[in-house]
C-alpha cells in the first residue's frame, strides 16, 4: 500500500488508482488508512461481490488496467515497497506512452 501512495503522488489525474477491501468493516478500514496517511479511494466490499470477480488464491491482488480499458498486468502478492513501486511505474510509464 505505501507504493499505492507514491504511485498517487507521483501520476496525480493520470492514475486511477482504486483499492478495494474485501470482507472488513467501514470503521476498521478508516481507521487503518488514517493511521497510516494513505489518501487514495478505497471502495468496500464486504460480502465479497467485487473479489468474486476476480479469479485468485490470493491477496493482495492487484489489476492494471490500460487507457483502453483492457487488463495489462495481474500481480499476486506484494513485495518491497520500493520496488513494487518501480514495477509499477514501469507498467504505467509503458501504458502511458502507448
Known amino acids: 500500500m505505501p ?10 489525474e493520470d492514475l486511477a488508482l482504486v483499492a478495494v477491501n474485501s470482507g472488513e ?7 487503518f488508512l488514517e493511521e497510516n496517511g494513505y489518501t487514495f479511494p478505497v471502495v468496500l ?6 473479489s468474486s470477480l476476480y479469479p485468485t488464491e490470493g491477496i493482495p491482488y492487484t489489476v492494471v488496467i490500460g487507457t483502453d ?17 518501480e ?11 502507448a
Open 45 to 50: 466490499d464486504p460480502e465479497y461481490a467485487v
Open 3 to 12: 507504493a499505492f501512495e507514491r504511485l498517487q503522488e507521483t501520476y496525480g
Open 69 to 85: 480499458g483492457k487488463v495489462a498486468s495481474i500481480q499476486l502478492g506484494a513485495g518491497d515497497a520500493d520496488a513494487m513501486y
Open 25 to 31: 468493516d467501514e470503521a476498521s478500514v478508516a481507521g
Open 87 to 97: 514495477h509499477y511505474c514501469e507498467l504505467i510509464d509503458g501504458l502511458l506512452a
